[in-house]
C-alpha cells in the first residue's frame, strides 16, 4: 500500500501545474478554487475531467490530513480506469486514502463488508456476492413462486426487474407495492431467494447501502471520518441510489461534495439512471454551480456541426485559436463486413495520407452493438491491423480489473522490468486492492510480493504461449487468493473462460505473452469499441461505424428512446479531435445523419 508521505512535492509539481492551464477558464478556475459543495455541468470537452482530477490532487495535498482521503466514484469500470490514468499522470495512484470505482464498489468495499453485521444489514456473515448463474437460478425460482405463467423470466422480466429495482429504493412505500405491483412481488422473492442461499447481487450493494447509512447516522460519520470528501465523475449517469447517498452522506452528514456531469451526454437510463437528479443537484442553494461553455477537444468546425448531431443548440464553441476539424461522410454499400473492409482498405490509407504524423493508436472506430464490432475486428485481423477492443464481444471484458492486472503484470514480464514501466511496486499495490479481503495482514501481502515477483522473473518472455503463462499465475498465485474471496468468483470465472479460450484448440491458442498484452505495438493499435464505451475518451480520428437507421434509433423507437439513441449519437461524435467519419449504408443512413448532412449543407 501507498506510504504515508504521499501524494509527494514533485506530485504537488505535477498538479500545480495542471492548475495553471485552468486560470485562464474563469469557471474552471472557480471550480478549482471551491471551497464547498460544487457541481460543474458542462457539454463534451470543457475540461470536467481535467478539473476534477486535478482538484482531486490539491484537495489530498492541501485540504484533507492523513489518513483521511477523498472517494471518486464514477459511472463504470471503464470509466474508473480512465479517471485512473488521469490521476496517474498526476502522480496519484488509488490505494490507500484514495477510493477510485464504481458505485457498486463504493459500497461493498467501504460499506457492506466492513459494516454489514454492526449495521444489521441482515446478510449471513459468511455472504457471497452471487455469480451470474446463481442470479439467473434464484430470478426462476421466484419467477415460478409469484408469477408462473410459462414465459422465459430472463427476457421478459430481468430487465423490468432490475428498473424497478433500481428506481425503487424503499421496500416498504405503497409506490412500490402498487407502481407494477407483478414486479414488486418478483423482486421481494427475488431477493429472498438470494437472501435464503446466503447470496448478494450487484444491484444489492448500493441498495443496502443506502438503506444502512439511512438507518445509522453513526455509520454516516465513519464514512465521513474516512472520506471527508466525495467526488462524482458522470452524475448524470449515477441512477437514484447514488443520488440518495449523495443526499445523505453530503447534505446531513456534511461530506463536502464535487460533482461534475453533463445531462445531454446521458446515455444509460435503460438503466435505471436519470439525468433530472444532476439539474436537480444543481439548483440546491448550498451547491456552487459552474457551467463551462469552452470544448478544448473538438476543433471548431466538429464544435458546430456536434450541436446538429445533439440537435439542440448549445452555447458551446472552440478557444480561439482551435483548428478546424472536419466531418466526413461515407456511405457505403454492401454488408458490415464489406463495408469494414472499406475502412481499413480506402478511410484509414487515405487518412495517414492527409495525416502522416497521425497514430493507429490515435483513431477509433466506434459502432452502435458489440456484434457490429465483430466485422470489424475481422477486417482489421484480416489485413494486419493490430487493434485493441473494449466492448463485450473482447476476448476477455477490459472491464474486469483482475484482467486488468494481469495484463499489466504481463506487460512487466515483457519488458516493465526493464523499463520500470509499469513499476513492481504499482503491481503489488493493485493486486493488493484487488484480493483485499485475502491479503488481510502484513504478513500474507510480504508473501503474496514475493510470490509474484519469483513467478514473474521466471516468466520474462514475451513469445511464451499465453496460455502457459495464466496457467502457472492461476495455479501459483490466484488458486488460494480467489479461495479467501467472497466477491471474486465472476472474476474468477472470466479468467477460467479466457484461460479456456487459449487452451489448444480453442480460439486464440495461438496467443503469446506479448500479444496479450500488446507488446510492441504500445499504444499504437486502432481503438475499437461500442458508442456507449466510448465516453469520456477522446482521439484524433473516429470513424462511426454502421450509422444505418433502425441502428441509431433502434426499429420503432418511442419518444424517450429516440432522445437518448440521439445523446449517445452526440457522445460518439464529440469523442473526435481533428476527423469525424460517419460511415452508413448508401441507402439506409440514419436519421440523425441525414439530419446533419443537410444542416452542415446550409
Ligand atoms: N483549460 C484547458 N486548457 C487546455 N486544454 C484543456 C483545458 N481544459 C481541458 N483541456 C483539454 O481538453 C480535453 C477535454 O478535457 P476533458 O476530457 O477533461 O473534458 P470533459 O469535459 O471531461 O469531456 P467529456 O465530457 O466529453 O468526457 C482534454 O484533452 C484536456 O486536456
Redesign the pocket.
Known sequence: MRSSTWPNVSDRRLYLKAAE?????SG?WAAYESEGHCV?I????????????TKLARILSEDVQEPRGVACITYNNECARELEQ?LDALGIEPGGRVFIGTVHSFSLTQIILPYAKVAGMGLPGDFQVATLQEQRGALERAYDRVIARGEDPHRFWRLRMDRYRRSHLKRDTAAFREQDAKCAELVVAYEEELRRAGLIDFDDMPLLSVRALREHQWLQDAIKAKYPVLIV??YQDLGSALHQMVMGLCFSTGIRLFA?G?VD?SIYGFTGANPVLLERLSQREDVETVR?R????CGSKIVTASQYALGEERDYEA?EGAEEGTVFFHPVNGNYDGQAGYVFDTLIPDAMARLPDLRLGEVAILYPAAWIGDAVANAAQARGYATIRADGNAIYPRSSRLMRWLEQCGTWCCEGWKSGNPRFSRLIDEGCRVFAESLTSEESRLDFQRALMRLLWEHRENAMSLHDWLLSVRHEILRELFAGSRTLADESDTLDAFILKTAPGGANEEMTLGQFCGHGEGNNRINLTTLHSS????FRLVVMFGMDDGRIPRPNPNERETREARRLFY?GF??A?EEIHMLHSANNPSPFVIELAERLEE
Open positions: 492551464e485552468l486560470r485562464p477558464n474552471q460543474v458542462a457539454g463534451p470537452g470543457s475540461g470536467k475531467t481535467k478539473t476534477l482530477t488521469r465523475d458522470e461534475v453533463d451526454q463551462l469552452l470544448n478544448y477537444r478557444p465516453k469520456g475518451r477522446e457522445v464529440t469523442r479531435e
